[in-house]
Nanobody
């Protein structure tokens, strides 16, 4: 049974950091593309970052480039999103999702429609 479980969200002050984890089970993450998406109240879902775990593409949206870093640990079957210099506009529910290798993560972007399994999300709130 394919599952993705996010963790690591919480309340943080502006300028602070969080590390989100996406623990995969029921499949081997290194054979897939893994994406991070977020959705704030009243806004459309946004593709934040993605990684082709087989060693291909890597993507960051302009809104997080230089502040967020995506990485994968094949031994732990987990993908991380390290978030630094957090801003109030980063407040959202963050989701990780799985796509077939080479069919979800592109250097130019990523789209939720290409992903077939999603986690339940973790809330990130940036506020003083």
């Amino acid at each position: 049974q394919v599952q993705l479980v996010e963790s690591g969200g919480g309340l943080v002050q502006p300028g602070g950091s969080l590390r989100l984890s996406c623990a995969a089970s029921g499949f081997t993450a290194r054979y897939y593309d893994i994406g991070w998406f977020r959705q704030a109240p009243g806004k459309e879902r946004e593709g934040v970052s993605c990684i082709s775990m087989s060693g291909g593409s890597l993507y960051y949206s302009n809104s997080v480039k230089g502040r967020f870093t995506i990485s994968g640990d094949s031994e732990k079957n987990t993908v991380y999103l390290e978030m630094n210099s957090l801003k109030p506009e980063d407040t959202a529910v963050y989701y990780c999702a799985r796509a077939d290798s080479g069919h979800g993560c592109y250097a130019r972007g990523t789209h939720g429609r290409d992903y077939d399994y999603w986690g339940q999300g973790t809330q990130v709130t940036v506020s003083s």
